[in-house]
């Protein structure tokens, strides 16, 4: 079993791209497992110009905007492949794609789940920002049974053949009126938040991708 991550960061890169050069990965995973052959697992950082994406079993009226609407806020709208409802991504967000073969780490897609959001709760402790899992939700979130609760970090995920990809948009230094124009997972009593908005100042990017990196690595007991 291969329990190497390869780390890759894309920078700032168009979703479409991004889905494509992931598309790439993730099926050369899956034939490999197919011919019985060891798999590569790659966890890959980027950030996204604005784009609002609908999994594959969204609610279309989570979208708040029509067409002529997303174009004034230069924002794209792309239905995409994996779990979850609808969510944005733009500048000021990690997005993480951990394309794993889940059979070299020995986990199913719940416990991969729950690792990556372990993660990102020990990333946020490091920064003094107390979060933790919502039952019946993914994702990380402040505040949970408190009317101020909200989302710091979104998850949604396709699996196949136990191969992941899609993954997470953690809210560092975003633009958080961006999500005044949608139902954010389909949720239309919470609220979300950022990094920079808990902190009441801008986070190092680069260092934080550092932190987090690290993060995935220990909870997936990588040496």
Same mark, same amino acid.
């Given at each position: 079993?291969?329990?190497?991550?390869?780390?890759? +960061?894309?920078?700032?890169?168009?979703?479409?791209?991004?889905?494509? *050069? =992931?598309?790439?990965?993730?099926?050369?995973?899956?034939?490999?497992?197919? =011919?019985?052959?060891?798999? +590569?697992?790659?966890?890959?950082?980027?950030?996204?110009?604005? @784009?609002?994406?609908?999994? *594959?079993?969204?609610?279309?009226q989570n979208m708040l905007l029509n067409y002529i609407q997303l174009q004034t806020k230069n924002a794209a709208f792309v239905h995409t492949n994996r779990g979850g409802d609808i969510t944005y991504h733009g500048p000021g967000q990690v997005v993480g794609y951990p394309i794993f073969d889940l059979a070299n780490f020995n986990i199913g897609l719940k416990q991969y789940i729950h690792l990556i959001e372990e993660a990102i709760i020990?990333?946020?402790?490091?920064?003094?920002?107390?979060?933790?899992?919502? +039952?019946?939700?993914?994702?990380?979130?402040? +505040? @949970?049974?408190?009317?101020?609760?909200?989302?710091?970090?979104a998850i949604g995920v396709r699996s196949s053949r136990f191969v992941t990809m899609h993954g997470f948009a953690l809210n560092v230094n975003t633009q958080l009126e961006y999500f005044n124009y949608i139902n954010p997972c389909g949720f239309v009593d919470k609220g979300v938040t950022s990094m920079e908005k808990e902190l009441g100042s801008k986070v190092d990017m680069e260092e934080l991708k550092i932190r987090l990196h690290t993060e995935i690595e220990k909870q997936f007991c990588v040496s």
């Open positions: 079993m291969n329990q190497t991550i390869q780390f890759i +960061d894309w920078g700032l890169i168009e979703y479409n791209e991004a889905w494509a *050069k =992931q598309e790439t990965l993730f099926s050369a995973s899956i034939e490999k497992k197919q =011919q019985n052959l060891p798999t +590569d697992n790659y966890l890959i950082f980027c950030e996204h110009p604005h @784009v609002y994406t609908l999994g *594959k079993s969204g609610d279309e020990k990333t946020l402790s490091l920064y003094t920002i107390k979060s933790t899992r919502l +039952d019946g939700s993914t994702g990380v979130w402040l +505040d @949970v049974g408190l009317p101020s609760c909200r989302k710091i970090c």
